[in-house]
Nanobody
Framework: QLQASGGGLVQAGGSLRLSCAAS????????LGWFRQAPGKEREFVSA????????LYKDSVKGRFTISRDNGSNTVTLQMNSLKPEDTAVYYC????????????????WGQGTQVTVSS
């Protein structure tokens, strides 16, 4: 089970931190990712991390602004979002899969509820 939290309203240039708590056992092949869906748009990949080893993957438009990390002790993945832009406004979802570090939504089989991020201009 995945539980996302941390969304909110922030002005452009500000920061927010999203967290995703994963219940149950974690495995070395576990991949935790973040996706987002803006109004009227399809859901898109944002970032992902391999639980074992910490390899990461980012959408090009968030590189240098967003940082994904994991805390083994609390089974939590965090997405630190800095220099936020109005186009980052979306519902953000955490998701999980086992296997390779991928950005394709159809390969993620476990989803948490979304958390709203709104960036005002």
């Amino acid at each position: 089970q995945l539980q996302a939290s941390g969304g909110g309203l922030v002005q452009a240039g500000g920061s927010l931190r999203l967290s995703c708590a994963a219940s149950g056992r974690t495995f070395s092949s576990l991949i935790l990712g973040w996706f987002r869906q803006a109004p009227g748009k399809e859901r898109e990949f944002v970032s992902a991390i391999r639980w074992s080893g910490g390899s990461t993957l980012y959408k090009d438009s968030v590189k240098g602004r967003f940082t994904i990390s994991r805390d083994n002790g609390s089974n939590t993945v965090t997405l630190q979002m800095n220099s936020l832009k109005p186009e980052d406004t979306a519902v953000y979802y955490c998701a999980a899969r086992f296997g390779s570090l991928l950005e394709y939504e159809r390969y993620y089989h476990y989803w948490g509820q979304g958390t709203q991020v709104t960036v005002s201009s």
